[in-house]
């Protein structure tokens, strides 16, 4: 189907732990007669992509992480694109919801050869486009941080502290289906809802097209906080999905539209893994449809729900 067209591909050698090396991307896509344009220094995804679309690419593709997903797919978007996505990075979020196989990314390389249009959508905070989430909150703090990339857990066990104590909470107030949350502890949204209610797939999402975002707001803690903050986001999440939302602090809920408002003039946040700061307000909304992909016929898929 696009064989004849002029495809360029985008990579990050350094997402995955050197994935593109590993799975030898480079020559396996140069099979399809596909360009590889590689990020490094002075040369981001973004404006690699860019200058792929200058060039009159007909068609993209991004092989990295989700952040480098992320920065593709923006470009591909405002061209009308269609997109192909190589799972080259550590947990790739959006290849695993859209069913591609992370056990083998050169298998995505299929949809080169005989792709299957999809249509998805995106979400947008500001000006910045993000194919998962937007966090508020420790996991955006602990981007913040210098070490963070080379010592996650290491940072996150030195954040967290501040944040169960109360000490630390996302500066700003969210308006829920519920109520106004001032300060809360965490604030989580997403490109379309993630699957709560069956824990072996808590954080799944099970379609990227529902015109919506997904929203998560965890209440700040009225009284002495567990010494494990991730262990209790986990488990009222959990206890959220059987209706005890009233006792975790969990509010969750769909919306066309989430803001944040509050005097503070800037506001730390993780889009996609990466480090940002947001001015506020901060304003989230979907783009319905937004991208086009191009996957493989063949793919792991989604499961089953039982």
Known sequence: MTTGARVVVVMNPGSGGGKVDRFRLVERTARYGAAVRTTGAGQGAAGLARQAVEDGAAVLGVAGGDGTVSAVAAVAAD????LVVIPAGTRNHFARDLGLDLGDPARALEALRDGEPVRVDLGV???HVFVNNVSFGIYAEALLEPEYREARARTLAAIAPRYLGGRQWVDAS???PEESVEHPQVVLVSN???HLST???LGRRFTLASGLLGAIVFKRPPGPPPPDLFAR???DLRQHAIGASAETGVVAWAAAQVRLDGPAGRLPAGIDGEAVELHLPATCDIRPGALRLLLPRRRPGVPQIR
Do not use: F, I, K
């Not at 061209?79 to 269609?82: E, F, I, N, V, W």
């Open 174 to 176: 969210v308006d829920t």
């Open 79 to 82: 061209a009308g694109l269609p």
């Open 233 to 235: 986001l986990r488990r």
């Open 199 to 201: 824990p072996r797939y």
């Open 192 to 194: 379309n809802a993630y």
């Open 125 to 127: 905070v500001n000006s």
